[in-house]
């Protein structure tokens, strides 16, 4: 079992909600002590694996083009379906969609536990990933050379997954962000490497009910052409995308609580979300009957429009999470 470690943020939440407490008492005058005080929900992070030989910045596994420079372009791959279903199975929308949450909501403890699995996973710089096409139609440029993975925790998905729990805690869900990059030493065993970081999250942490393993997707047509997602009617911001796996038993619960999520993004913030990508395969989605991959943008988006999609599905998220009140 990993050390618990207190970080900043744990400080730093402690310390905000400390005095808040006592100007509420001072403003109400001494009924108040008495009351219920409401003291936003926090979020707990759990340090990053110490490494014996920690690896160069740059991570192989991810061939970004042959050599030479290609353009970026950039789409909306919104559609006016929910899935797009790659296997076998049935599936009735309706029915998922009108199933019951999952639990309950409890402000009081973390229900929510963000991983990485591919946590090395990067976006492109704004030098590179243009916000709006050049004289010649190009959203920018990739080359041989352009970064696909990086160990920089301000950069790649560790930061993308704390920009989702902070905007889950704005809107009242408590998350625990796991801040392991399983990919870092070995790319092959990252979804060995964080399923066992999952179940020993689940067993210390009772109270987590749901489990978001966040990557970011990357989109190469056979020319080395890259594409970037841009969600159409939202400024700046990437698009996300739905993972969901049949391979085990509980399948229908995770794709019926991605559909609600898809649902709730669909009507705040159109365009936000692509179809659900339904699949034969597992991804550790098994360990919980709330379990969810969240593809957040590609590698030719920017780092600032993947993070605005994160905070725009967590605001979603949480949303769907509070239904069970």
């Not at 590698?299 to 999609?309: G, Q």
Request: net charge negative.
């Amino acid at each position: 079992m990993k050390e618990k470690i207190k970080t900043a943020k744990d400080f730093i939440c402690f310390y905000l909600a400390l005095p808040l407490f006592v100007l509420m008492v001072l403003a109400t005058g001494v009924g108040a002590v008495g009351s219920e005080v409401t003291i936003p929900a926090a979020i707990f992070i759990k340090e990053e694996k110490e490494l014996s030989n920690p690896p160069s910045k740059i991570i192989s596994g991810e061939i970004s083009s042959d050599n030479g420079v290609f353009t970026i372009n950039a789409k909306d791959l919104s559609k006016d379906y929910n899935i797009l279903n790659a296997t076998n199975k049935e599936v009735d929308e309706e029915e998922l969609l009108q199933a019951p949450p999952l639990y309950k909501y409890d402000e009081s403890a973390p229900m929510v536990l963000v991983v990485h699995t591919h946590g090395t996973e990067c976006y492109s710089s704004e030098e590179q990933s243009f916000s709006t096409p050049d004289e010649g139609g190009s959203y920018g440029f990739y080359d041989s050379n352009s970064e696909t993975r990086s160990t920089d925790v301000q950069s790649n998905m560790i930061a993308i997954g704390e920009a989702f729990c902070s905007a889950l805690s704005r809107n009242g869900v408590s998350a625990i962000q796991c801040r392991i990059m399983h990919d870092k030493e070995d790319y092959n065993s990252s979804y060995a490497n964080s399923r066992k970081s999952i179940e020993e999250y689940l067993e210390e942490f009772p109270s987590i009910k749901y489990v978001i393993d966040i990557h970011r997707d990357s989109l190469t047509a056979e020319d080395g052409t890259k594409t970037k997602l841009i969600a159409g009617e939202i400024e700046d911001c990437a698009q996300v995308m739905l993972v969901n796996g049949t391979a085990f038993d509980n399948w229908e619960d995770n794709l019926s609580l991605a559909l609600k999520l898809k649902k709730a993004m669909d009507e705040k913030y159109p365009s936000l979300s692509r179809p659900i990508y339904l699949r034969n395969s597992k991804y550790n989605l098994d360990l919980t009957r709330g379990s969810l991959l969240l593809e957040v943008g590609t590698c030719a988006n920017t780092f600032e429009e993947a993070k605005r999609a994160a905070e725009l599905s967590a605001e979603c998220f949480a949303s769907v999470i509070k239904q069970g009140n």
